[in-house]
């Protein structure tokens, strides 16, 4: 029997609140750190990749620029709602019966400690650089490229943006970053809005329908 109970203490966490047992493989701080760089290195190595052609084809930066854009803006739209994902579930905490709570990303957490703090500061980094950042980029280049899009005159840019604007009217060519915004805002956002409350489930209720009732 002294056997078994010390087989089955929960390790790392000395004993305490019976839930080392159920750690995961991955660390919050190190998925953290990972997720929003991996990108970063994907869109370097495909923007070096265009520039040494563009180089050697003796076209100038430019042009190896431009031909980069088309799938650099494809990668950051397909990253944008994973690395906008995983930088809030540095802020979801669950809580159990002894009174702790545990960041549900990594259970070998415990919320409202300096390491939870650390992964914070991590995740507000992500946040910026993605669901701000890029949302910030898009809409500068959406303006840019906005004469050309209404008025049906194709530029490098506006080619670029193809896959933003494509199904949409021209005079509506900003509603797939609208779309994009308000999937954050209920997946994202509202993670910091009192979790778990009922409070929490009325104010995205609220949003959701404010929301129809204005673009129906």
């Known amino acids: 029997l002294r056997d078994s109970r010390r087989r089955g203490r929960p390790s790392g966490q000395g004993g305490r609140g019976g839930i080392g047992h159920c750690r995961p493989p991955v660390k919050a701080k190190m998925n953290l750190f990972a997720v929003p760089l991996a990108p970063l290195a994907l869109a370097a190595i495909l923007?070096?990749?265009?520039?040494l052609r563009s180089h050697f084809a003796g076209n100038g930066v430019g042009a190896g620029l431009l031909a980069a854009l088309p799938?650099?803006?494809?990668l950051t739209?397909?990253?944008?709602?994973?690395?906008?994902s995983a930088a809030f579930r540095a802020f979801s905490c669950?809580?159990?019966?002894d009174g702790r709570s545990y960041l549900r990303a990594d259970y070998a957490v415990e919320c409202d400690t300096d390491t939870q703090d650390r992964a914070k500061q991590l995740a507000?980094?992500?946040?910026?650089?993605?669901?701000?950042?890029i949302s910030v980029l898009y809409i500068v280049?959406?303006?840019?490229?906005?004469?050309?899009?209404?008025?049906?005159q194709p530029t490098a840019l506006s080619?670029?943006?193809g896959f933003l604007v494509r199904d949409f009217e021209r005079e509506y060519f900003w509603w797939e970053l609208l779309e994009a915004w308000k999937k954050l805002i209920l997946v994202g956002f509202a993670v910091l809005i009192m979790p778990g409350s009922v409070v929490q489930l009325?104010?995205?209720?609220?949003?959701?329908?404010?929301?129809?009732?204005?673009?129906?």
């Not at 799938?71 to 494809?74: A, P, R």
């Not at 669950?94 to 019966?97: L, P, R, T």
């Not at 507000?124 to 950042?133: F, K, R």
């Not at 280049?141 to 049906?152: D, E, G, K, T, V």
């Open 94 to 97: 669950e809580s159990f019966d």
């Open 71 to 74: 799938w650099l803006l494809s």
């Open 159 to 161: 080619k670029a943006l």
């Open 47 to 51: 923007l070096g990749g265009f520039l």
């Open 202 to 216: 009325a104010i995205a209720f609220l949003f959701s329908l404010v929301y129809l009732l204005l673009v129906s």
């Open 124 to 133: 507000w980094i992500g946040i910026l650089l993605y669901p701000v950042g």
């Open 141 to 152: 280049l959406l303006l840019c490229a906005r004469p050309a899009i209404i008025h049906n």
């Open 77 to 84: 739209f397909l990253v944008f709602p994973m690395v906008s």
